[in-house]
């Protein structure tokens, strides 16, 4: 059993929750160059692979980070370059745009500012459901977590880091061309 | 070149150079493709990098097949069908580990790293018939290549040097270390594996010259390089013809390999100073430092830097090997596999994943774009007025190829760069393939030279 929340703690969970349904929307209505404005300039944003691995070996499941590939492993910069490009109006994969809706839930907490990352920080973490729908019957569904480092910078909330967790083996769709 | 028969010309006419779309849709025509191609072809399955270690093994596919490809006690290589001989269950569910027995989950037959059958429950009363010696996992025959692991069923085919009919010098140039001794690559963790809705030949052959300039647009003008991440240069003149540009050309072969080559010449600049690295400082400084050796030890052939598409799925983007694994006619599995040099330092390393990471993969810059219209492709053709349309590979049809070893000391047919030499070249291999009874009647038209052949006498001009 859990200790029972604060009501301190309660209103900064509420907070974090809605900074990333807020976060949902930017990418859901494709504001992207408003979506970057939430990443600090060091950020990470990591999504390794699962492989299939036996039970007794778990630590070998997920490619590790700068060492295996991943399905991404993004600086501020290249995450810059990459909504440069569905700009151009001519990145095919995402022309026309594709209708995508971000589900999130199960928000919780991990630690504000008391263990292992720094003062100023906290980690959170929470589920996705991302669905892609495209030209005509195109239809990908994305499901998964997602741990976040969020940094208070000037009074706002930015992601430092973010872990992304895919439950896939073999990617089940052509492509990956948006954000989770 | 093999006579086809009429019912195959319909479908590959190489000669007005035009492909039926028939081939990438056709349930009967696909069905025949897993018998006379991938049940004959030599396939590529991984590296030996992947399996370092007695009893270490990893999944792979051959066409539609699942294979463990394990390392046995004796240090061997061995490749074998994940499907238990008893009742057909899949014998191996995880991707890698390191074991020397593979115990079937359904009812316990027991194989070991060489897939031998070597216990079973009840073997003692119940099967004294039975010669186990006779009930292994289904061997293929294996070939190692450069630290790469190739495998084919069929016990008739050319051994696979042979197969590779003198791409083997270039397919030694990408697999090799970068400072150009033999067998020093090897594969990152984590091969990169997803699911397109196309029939695998597709993105086949995996040399495409003429779609970047568009397919590939977005990403020179947002991130102002190339799709493999190098600078934007000016183009090349396409209004010469061949031979009169010395540079890049497309190459073949008549077993259906095909490439891109450009002919090394003196005061070729190192590969440290393609513009590709210079965010990427440690990758800069190990090639500064590795270039040199392959010098020493290449010579002028240190500068050829290619990837060959070794018929019939396999394919290179620089030290990227990408595999299509048929899932049906309009499904493929695509494998990626990216290499780097092992003794590399870390840091290099991982400069180097990262930058895979950003241009390759469904993930990339570049191979997003690429899987937008792989996918639109079998549904803008699959109605029946687009189906009996055949589709164009007639560019610079009217230029036959050069000859290499008389032009160039090198191995190959040469054409433009900006030619559907290679493609016609490919459909024309995969038409006789299909056709073909058995390898007498497809054995290539030429004997296959050696990579330390044409080193020599290039290097010797």
């Not at chain 1, 500012?113 to 973490?125: D, L």
């Not at chain 1, 976040?148 to 930015?158: H, N, S």
């Not at chain 2, 086809?4 to 039926?20: N, Y």
Request: aromatic share 10%; with cysteine.
């Amino acid at each position: 059993m859990a200790d029972l929340l604060s009501n301190e703690e309660l209103l900064l969970r509420l907070e974090i929750e809605d900074f990333l349904y807020m976060e949902a929307d930017l990418l859901d209505e494709h504001r992207y160059e408003e979506w970057l404005d939430l990443f600090t300039e060091d950020t990470r944003y990591h999504a390794p692979m699962k492989r299939n691995v036996s039970s007794k070996e778990m630590d070998r499941e997920m490619t590790r980070e700068k060492i295996e590939m991943s399905w991404f492993d993004e600086g501020k910069d290249t995450l810059v370059k990459r909504v440069a490009q569905i700009r151009t109006g001519v990145h095919w994969a995402e022309e026309p745009l594709s209708r995508v809706t971000h589900f999130v839930s199960n928000v919780r907490l991990l630690d504000s500012g008391t263990g292992e990352v720094g003062a100023g920080e906290i980690r959170v973490k929470s589920r996705f459901l991302v669905h892609r729908n495209r030209l005509e019957d195109e239809d990908n569904t994305w499901i998964g977590n997602r741990i976040d480092t969020l940094r208070r910078v000037d009074g706002a909330w930015k992601i430092c880091r973010r872990e992304i967790y895919l439950d896939q083996n073999v990617l089940l769709s052509k492509n990956l061309t948006n954000f989770f | 070149m093999v006579q086809l028969t009429s019912e195959m010309k319909r479908l590959v006419d190489s000669e007005s150079g035009t492909v039926s779309r028939e081939i990438f849709w056709n349930q009967d025509i696909y069905d025949q493709e897993m018998e006379q191609v991938f049940n004959r072809s030599w396939l590529f399955v991984g590296h030996e990098s992947q399996i370092p270690e007695p009893g270490d093994f990893v999944l792979s596919r051959m066409g539609e097949e699942a294979v463990i490809v394990s390392r046995s006690r004796d240090g061997k290589v061995h490749v074998f069908l994940n499907s238990c001989r008893h009742r057909g269950n899949r014998v191996c569910r995880y991707d890698h580990g390191n074991s020397f027995t593979h115990v079937c989950s359904f009812h316990g037959w027991t194989y070991d790293a060489t897939g031998a059958l070597v216990a079973l429950p009840y073997h003692e009363n119940g099967y004294d018939l039975m010669d186990k010696s006779q009930w292994g996992l289904l061997q293929a025959r294996v070939a190692v290549f450069q630290g790469s692991i190739w495998a084919t069923w069929d016990k008739t085919a050319p051994d696979f040097h042979e197969y590779l009919g003198g791409a083997d010098f270039y397919l030694a140039t990408g697999l090799m270390h970068t400072d150009g001794s033999d067998n020093g690559a090897e594969v990152l963790g984590g091969i990169v594996k997803w699911r397109l809705g196309c029939n695998w030949k597709v993105p086949c052959p995996d040399t495409d010259t003429t779609h970047g300039w568009i397919t590939h647009r977005s990403t020179a003008l947002a991130l102002g390089v190339g799709a493999t991440g190098n600078p934007v240069r000016p183009r090349q003149d396409r209004s010469v013809s061949v031979g009169q540009v010395r540079s890049r050309y497309t190459v073949s072969f008549p077993e259906g390999h095909t490439m891109g080559v450009t002919i090394p010449e003196a005061g070729d600049p190192g590969w440290e100073e393609s513009g590709t690295w210079d965010e990427r400082p440690a990758v800069r400084e190990y090639l500064r430092e590795k270039f040199e050796l392959r010098k020493k030890r290449l010579g002028l052939m240190a500068h050829l830097s290619v990837g060959p598409a070794i018929f019939p799925n396999e394919g290179w983007l620089g030290r990227v090997v990408r595999i299509m694994h048929p899932q049906g006619p309009a499904m493929t599995e695509i494998w990626t596999y990216f290499f780097v040099d092992k003794d590399a330092p870390q840091e290099g390393k991982t400069e180097l994943a990262n930058y895979y990471e950003l241009y390759y993969g469904p993930g990339g810059v570049t191979q997003q774009d690429d899987m937008e219209n792989w996918y639109a492709l079998p549904i803008a053709s699959k109605g029946p007025v687009a189906q009996k349309l055949d589709l164009n590979y007639q560019m610079r049809l009217s230029e036959p190829p050069l000859h290499g070893p008389t032009e160039f000391d090198m191995p190959g047919l040469f054409a433009h760069n900006y030619s559907d030499e290679n493609h016609r070249r490919y459909y024309q291999r995969w038409a006789e393939v299909m056709q073909a009874k058995d390898w007498g009647e497809m054995a290539p038209t030429r004997s296959a030279a050696t990579r330390d052949d044409w080193m020599t006498n290039r290097n010797g001009r």
